[in-house]
């Protein structure tokens, strides 16, 4: 597929300065790309009843970027092709008072997904890892000595290893976690600012502190480079996805969530013997109602009477 490209399993480093932001350096077609996907969400739409039905795994999508990279565009039209009954979406924001007060995962174990279900996580642990690295958080923490006398680097390289082994132990209790950076451009992010502030019924996505970590940029793809390289596994992959051209972004998500749900390989349950033989007799009385008729003469009689 596709966003093969894009993918990060620990069998080579993250350049992101290397890979494109968009759709060009693809040579795909915008007009192909779009029915591609519209295929795929019809795909997606028929594999994910079979994955609810099955409910022998879970399906974690991590979705990590920038300000304006297009997260939620993307959720909203992804999410449109699956079933809500069988996947939600948990926003990660700014850590509150209580969730300080608790281990960085507290939160996250609460919005884990049912097996069965997908869970699309709009920002993640990654921020108590990328956040804490950018803006020095370690010593704003209430924590012990043992804990906030540790170097920066130090502690920084414990929480990567704890969330590596955090997602080896989702993937051991029958869950898949797939991790997408959305990599979007410093001249798109511009662009989308600028769009914010000038079109009213956008202003309220626009927050000036955006600004902050805008300054920031380029620290931060480093500090993502870093965190790609140290917890992509086989199990649970990075895909660092050109996010500059939406309509392709949608397009590889597409991809990766139709190769995932085939990859836990759902089947429809197959019911015991006894509740099979139920069936037939649930089936006998139904047929029975009306005379012996069953539902399609019952809806011939209707037609001949309407005629």
């Known amino acids: 597929m596709r966003a093969d490209r894009y993918r990060f399993d620990g069998e080579k480093e993250c350049h992101l300065g290397k890979l494109p932001t968009g759709a060009g350096e693809d040579g795909v077609e915008k007009e192909e790309i779009v029915r591609a996907f519209e295929k795929n969400q019809e795909k997606l739409d028929a594999l994910q009843n079979v994955f609810y039905a099955d409910k022998r795994e879970?399906?974690?999508?991590?979705?990590q970027a920038l300000d304006a990279a297009g997260k939620d565009s993307l959720i909203r039209k992804v999410a449109t092709g699956l079933n809500p009954q069988g996947v939600h979406v948990a926003c990660f924001k700014k850590p509150s008072e209580e969730e300080l007060s608790h281990d960085y995962l507290w939160r996250i174990n609460q919005a884990l997904p049912a097996r069965g279900e997908i869970a699309i996580f709009n920002r993640s642990y990654y921020e108590d890892v990328v956040t804490a690295k950018v803006h020095h958080l370690k010593d704003s923490y209430h924590m012990a000595e043992r804990i906030t006398r540790q170097s920066e680097d130090a502690f920084i390289e414990k929480r990567m290893k704890q969330v590596?082994?955090?997602?080896?132990?989702?993937?051991e209790n029958s869950y898949r976690v797939v991790k997408i950076f959305l990599h979007v451009s410093k001249q798109e992010q511009k662009k989308r600012f600028l769009e914010r502030i000038d079109r009213k019924e956008k202003n309220w996505k626009f927050n000036a502190d955006d600004l902050t970590d805008r300054k920031l940029f380029d620290t931060f793809m480093k500090v993502f480079e870093d965190t790609i390289d140290c917890t992509a596994t086989k199990e649970s992959p990075w895909y660092a996805l050109p996010a500059d051209d939406k309509w392709?972004?949608?397009y590889l998500l597409s991809e990766i969530l139709i190769d995932v749900i085939e990859k836990?390989?759902?089947?429809?349950?197959?019911?015991?013997?006894?509740?099979?033989?139920?069936l037939q007799i649930c089936r006998e009385e139904l047929t029975a109602e009306n005379g012996g008729r069953g539902p399609k003469a019952k809806d011939r009689d209707r037609g001949s009477r309407a005629d």
Not at 164 to 171: H, I
Not at 268 to 277: G, V, W
């Open 58 to 63: 879970g399906i974690i999508v991590v979705l």
């Open 164 to 171: 590596k082994n955090y997602e080896s132990y989702l993937y």
């Open 264 to 278: 836990t390989k759902p089947e429809y349950p197959e019911l015991p013997k006894d509740q099979r033989e139920r």
């Open 248 to 250: 392709y972004t949608r």
